[in-house]
């Protein structure tokens, strides 16, 4: 039996928020959980929750409304690469049956995901949030978190091609998930390509390097990500552009701006590139 004085760390072992079902299951009375309430320790959500003040704010705003965290919110908690522009707000789940939700600053999701979830849950299943993502995001900004989320391990790719995600976009992107890519830029970059017809094989080394993407022998891709370079950074990428120019490449070199806003203008730039035959020269390795 659990003692009053474990309540705030039996909660901060559980992400510093649980439903009071699970707190007395745990052993802790209504008065211990009113008493710590009273004391300032936790603060109580929706009558039926208890959080430590530490507690994440998007799992407080769920927990607020008698939702999940899910979609880009609970990837963001993962530590995946999630597209800065969806960062405001929170994403929710919530059944069917919620009413009366006061949704400001929440994105509401209703749709059922393929795995089932527990009424007293925070977090939705790692399946459901990449279902919602799936939907919520334009194919190639979601590919590039599904992607990051197999980087980084919080989910395996060999099991996504086997759930039954209800969902079209979902299915079309676990068939095509992988963890070649280095960052979310380099996802949305492969798959605009693949759907121009263009293959890129990525992390391929020369000079002792990896290089982002390369496309048929001669034409090599390198993507900047979101943060500015140094000045150190820069001419190192520079010396290891000119490297592979003297090697027989032609480099072409884009950044987090042109990728996700300028998307057109690469891609043409990469065609007509090959159009050109710049993409079929000798190089040495």
Excluded: K
């Amino acid at each position: 039996m659990a003692r009053p004085q474990d309540l705030g760390g039996w909660l901060r072992a559980r992400d510093g928020i649980a439903h009071s079902s699970d707190l007395r299951a745990a052993g802790f009375s209504a008065t211990d959980m009113s008493d710590a309430v009273s004391r300032g320790t936790v603060r109580r959500l929706r009558r039926s929750w208890l959080a430590l003040p530490e507690c994440d704010p998007r799992r407080i705003a769920a927990a607020s409304v008698g939702g999940r965290v899910t979609c880009v919110s609970a990837a963001a908690i993962w530590g995946v690469w999630v597209p800065p522009a969806t960062t405001a707000g929170v994403h929710v789940a919530v059944p069917r049956s919620a009413s009366r939700l006061a949704t400001a600053g929440l994105h509401v999701h209703w749709s059922r995901g393929p795995a089932p979830a527990g009424r007293t849950q925070i977090d939705d299943p790692r399946i459901n949030v990449l279902f919602h993502i799936a939907r919520c995001l334009p194919r190639a900004e979601a590919l590039s978190v599904w992607e990051s989320a197999i980087r980084s391990r919080a989910i395996e790719a060999d099991l996504l091609p086997h759930v039954a995600w209800r969902s079209t976009r979902a299915a079309q992107l676990a068939a095509v998930a992988g963890s070649l890519s280095d960052s979310g830029l380099e996802t949305i970059f492969v798959d605009g390509m693949r759907r121009s017809g263009v293959r890129v094989r990525q992390q391929i080394w020369v000079d002792g390097h990896p290089l982002d993407g390369v496309i048929g022998r001669s034409l090599a891709i390198q993507i900047d990500g979101f943060a500015h370079h140094q000045a150190a950074d820069r001419r190192r990428d520079l010396a290891a552009d000119a490297r592979l120019v003297m090697r027989g490449y032609v480099v072409l070199r884009f950044d987090y701006q042109q990728i996700l806003f300028e998307w057109e203008r690469v891609r043409d730039t990469v065609v007509t590139a090959m159009a050109q035959g710049l993409h079929t020269r000798t190089v040495t390795a």
